[in-house]
């Protein structure tokens, strides 16, 4: 049986294997889905805008992975901030039995059962070489769920950037930024939640660079793989125009189920 609500602050497949069948999308917009979700999208375009001009310093290009500096240190920790706080609201969100204060990453590996994050891929557009595109959770969909070398990078640089400065480097950034532009995309998909009107045109449109297969990302830089393996018992499937006519058209993840 599939999903038959869908869940608070995630984006999934639906049962035909899209995720925005008809217009059943507009679960999105909806005030219950998310608490102010404009709030993290506007931390996350500030950090693409500040990495765009790292761009204009640093050529994205395998050859320059290993650099790093001062503004890569410090990007990279924004990133993971960013990361830390969407996790912390799609956990307490979803009625997660702990206080924000109390969460550690053990709590925030829980995530991957509700959103799938190890699956998705993330591209960098314009890269020059083969790293331009990343699955910055991957590790965290074997069984053993292992840690985040970004993150573990992050942390390191944070505690003791004297002996570890030279851990943040570009290519940890690259992580932690892709990993925040997947996070977004399991929650909103490609919504920005922009007070601009929406609209359900189906006219044709073009750009460059985006025969890839993969969709544009929230803030239209990178270019995002959702995953495509949901089970289908794990797929939403309901009638949004019955559903909106609740007081509470969503339900809850059980993230303390699988902790």
């Not at 217009?23 to 500040?50: C, S, T, V």
Request: aromatic share 14%; with cysteine; hydrophobic share 35%.
């Amino acid at each position: 049986m599939s999903v038959t609500k869908p869940y608070r602050r995630t984006c999934r497949q639906f049962v035909d294997g899209s995720y925005a069948e008809g217009g059943r999308w507009q679960y999105l917009l909806h005030k219950k889905f998310a608490n102010e979700p404009q709030h993290f999208i506007r931390a996350f375009l500030m950090l693409q805008d500040d990495l765009e001009e790292l761009f204009t310093f640093i050529e994205p290009a395998d050859q320059n992975l290993n650099a790093y500096s001062h503004r890569t240190q410090q990007l990279l920790t924004r990133c993971c901030i960013e990361i830390e706080a969407n996790l912390t609201a799609i956990l307490l969100e979803n009625n997660y039995p702990k206080t924000s204060s109390d969460l550690t990453m053990k709590d925030y590996k829980l995530v991957e059962f509700s959103h799938r994050l190890s699956h998705y891929r993330v591209r960098i557009p314009g890269w020059r070489g083969t790293q331009g595109t990343r699955m910055p959770f991957s590790p965290w969909g074997g069984s053993t769920q292992d840690p985040l070398p970004w993150y573990q990078a992050y942390n390191q640089a944070k505690h003791d950037r004297h002996a570890h400065f030279h851990l943040a480097t570009f290519d940890v950034l690259l992580d932690a930024i892709c990993g925040l532009a997947a996070l977004l995309a399991a929650q909103f998909h490609q919504e920005d939640y922009s007070p601009q009107e929406k609209t359900l045109g189906v006219g044709a449109s073009y750009s460059y660079d985006t025969d890839d297969g993969m969709s544009t990302s929230i803030g239209g830089f990178f270019r995002i793989e959702f995953p495509t393996n949901y089970p289908f018992s794990e797929r939403y499937d309901f009638d949004w125009e019955a559903l909106r006519q609740l007081p509470d058209p969503f339900d809850e993840f059980d993230h303390a189920a699988y902790a």
